[in-house]
């Protein structure tokens, strides 16, 4: 028994030691440490048979989706998104429009049904928001810039996660409205559980702000994964509320609540990823499923590029290269389309082939802003100087955070 033990300690150890040396070393290639930490889960699983039923794994996972998508929602402004908010509509107009053109083509094309084929269509065309904040840093972008991008990927992001609610849902009323209701209920109770708090439990245990977030969090994503919606929108919503409730209690949302979340999700976002790659079977990784992730690359990528650089050529003048370097950030899908091709695997019996496809269109689409954009410079004076100068008027600076 022992012997066992000591074996299955050493194996974490030497995971632990893969997810957070390996994926940083393969950095200097510009290579994105949750693609990393994925094709590590990949040859565990393939390839070693290692790590496919342990429930230690899968907890922590569990932390760190939860984790990320808790930071992407404490990063919701909505005074911000209100400020441009003419730009913003122009933005999730097209977007909308292009989810229903991309359903209508994979309905057409593939042996989808409706809903199959919406979810689909968002894993394809939603920028993976808490991967892309966490990257920023890595793409050398200016203070108006690294707004834009925030703004833009937020704002997908809240549109999309009300779209797979409803989808999710639809295929049964009685289903959507308990849903509808559970999900209005935690809007109104995650404020009262924070003035409960802060007015009777912050005085007698100062400094537990942190704690009390993350399990809140995790609380409200287990709701929101037993209503069939997954984890990630009860914890984007406990997130938002904490920002919509930093007046009361500031603490919640200030700049070193988000890097505490932040170092908290770096932790156990790479088990997430790893679990992720555990999941591959050999059956999703065949010559077809990596033909059409390339297909769906060559149709989607572009057509993301061309309507956000378009839009903002229109809509604000800006030079090509200037749009590009707005539209090329929003790119990456990793973690919405894990997400959403596993709930295709389970609720919808998607084909392995198609699952493969999704895992390889999205780890490849998270390749390309490290290979296109690169930071110039390192130095934070130069860096908060560049954005003093580049920030839109009427904005506040942005919490700075350790990639």
């Known amino acids: 028994m022992n012997g066992i033990a000591v074996t299955s300690e050493l194996a974490y150890v030497l995971l632990i030691f893969a997810l957070f040396v390996v994926p940083k070393a393969l ?15 990949a040859i565990a699983s393939i390839g070693l048979h290692l790590f496919t039923h342990e ?5 922590f996972a569990t932390l760190g989706i939860v984790s990320l998508f808790l930071f992407a929602g404490l ?9 441009e908010s003419r730009v913003l509509v122009w933005h999730l107009s097209i977007q909308l429009g292009l989810l ?3 359903t209508a083509a994979l309905i057409a094309l593939l042996p989808l049904t409706g809903r199959a084929a919406a979810l689909v269509a968002l894993a394809l065309l939603t920028p993976s928001t808490g991967f892309i904040l966490d990257s920023l840093d890595g793409f050398g972008l200016n203070g108006r810039e690294r707004f834009w991008v925030k703004s833009k990927a937020i704002s997908t992001e809240l549109v999309a996660l009300g779209v797979m609610f409803v989808v999710l849902q639809g295929g049964d009323p ?16 995650v404020p009262v559980a924070f003035q409960i ?12 702000e942190f704690a009390f977030l993350v399990i809140v969090a995790l609380t409200c994503a287990l709701v929101t994964r037993r209503l069939g919606v997954y984890y990630l929108v009860g914890a984007f919503l406990v997130g938002v509320a904490a920002q919509r409730f930093r007046r009361e209690l500031p603490a919640l949302a200030s700049e070193k609540m988000l890097h505490a979340v932040e170092v908290f999700a770096s932790f156990f976002v790479p088990f997430y990823f790893f679990k992720a790659g555990l999941h591959l079977e050999q059956r999703d990784l065949t010559w077809l499923s990596l033909g059409a992730g390339v297909t769906l690359l060559l149709v989607a990528v572009p057509l993301r590029v061309a309507t956000v650089a378009v839009l903002r050529r229109t809509a604000l003048r800006e030079q090509w290269r200037e ?10 899908t990793l973690v919405f389309t894990l997400v959403i091709a596993e709930i295709l695997r389970e609720q919808f019996e998607l084909p392995s082939w198609l699952f493969g496809a999704l895992v390889c269109y999205t780890v490849l689409n998270t390749l390309i802003p490290g290979m296109v954009l690169h930071a110039p410079t390192t130095d934070p004076d ?11 008027e009427g904005t506040e600076p942005e919490p700075a955070h350790d990639a």
């Open 27 to 41: 950095q200097r290639y510009r290579l994105p440490s949750a693609v990393t930490s994925l094709v590590l889960g």
């Open 55 to 59: 429930p230690i794994v899968d907890q």
């Open 75 to 83: 990063e919701v402004d909505f005074g911000e998104l209100r400020r």
């Open 100 to 102: 229903a053109l991309m």
């Open 174 to 189: 009685q289903r959507l409205g308990i849903s509808v209701l559970t999900l209005a209920g935690l809007v109104v109770l």
């Open 197 to 208: 708090f802060a007015r009777s439990i912050l005085p007698v245990a100062p400094k537990s």
């Open 323 to 332: 749009a590009l370097r707005v539209s090329t950030p929003l790119l990456p």
């Open 382 to 392: 130069v860096l908060n100087a560049a954005e003093e100068q580049d920030r839109p």
